[in-house]
């Protein structure tokens, strides 16, 4: 499979795009009236909608069975938006959506469904106010030592390292799978197992391989502040 950090366009993953992912959106858009992409048109041609919304979902379809595609303007922040809904979002933080969206674009598609458009990738029935509520991994900025030590403390790196064995990249589910199943193991709380989800995305790791190979190392570095 391909991994996130042989692309160069996932580091960083917004951005390095003129997608206005929810992670690209302009604070200021925040908490104005919400409503959804629905029936929104009036500046993109019913043809040229449909016709990216069959692209976009043709091309997730075979990775993300089930994945419904739209594309319309949101009035919230005024803007074209495409929202991608699929059943297996809902255990996904935010920026893991959009990495696991943008990932599965063959290269043309990627370069004109992204550029201009506010993404968001929603579980069935979630809203956009829900959505916008889930944790990013800026959040933790300032609190990356503390919790790369409390993984350390929890033996969580040895332990993965133990269950992927010598080839973590052959191993690797392309997730996050046995790092949550290790932590679960290690009784973290779901607090503290979300803190080093984000703490990894922060680094720019989306899968278990990349925790070990390319977060760890980095994290053993000494922090200047
Ligand atoms: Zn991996």
């Known amino acids: 499979m391909r991994d996130a950090q042989d692309l160069p366009w996932v580091q960083p993953l917004y951005h390095r795009h003129n997608a206005l992912s929810y992670y690209g959106t302009p604070t200021p858009f925040y908490g104005l009236t919400p409503t959804d992409c629905r029936g929104h048109s009036s500046i993109m041609g019913g043809k040229s909608k449909d016709d990216l ?74 809203s956009i106010d829900a959505f916008l509520k889930h944790p990013r991994s800026e959040d933790i900025a300032g609190k990356e030592r503390e919790i790369h030590n409390h993984l350390k403390k929890l033996g969580f790196y040895e332990a993965l390292a133990s269950t992927m064995g010598g080839s973590p990249k052959t191993s690797c589910g392309g997730d996050f799978g046995q790092s949550i199943a290790t932590l679960r193991d290690r009784k973290a709380t779901a607090a503290k197992q979300r803190d080093a989800r984000l703490l990894f995305i922060r680094h720019g790791a989306f899968c278990d391989c990349q925790v070990l190979e390319t977060i760890l190392p980095e994290l053993e570095k000494p922090i200047g502040r």
């Open 53 to 126: 919304a069959s692209k976009v979902s043709a091309a997730l379809a075979e990775t993300y069975p089930g994945v419904t595609v739209e594309v319309g303007r949101i009035e919230r922040w005024d803007r074209p938006c495409i929202t991608v809904r699929w059943a297996g979002f809902a255990d996904l933080l935010p920026e893991e959506r959009f990495q696991r969206v943008v990932k599965a674009l063959p290269d043309k598609l990627r370069k004109a469904a992204l550029s201009g458009y506010i993404w968001l990738e929603l579980a069935p029935g979630e």
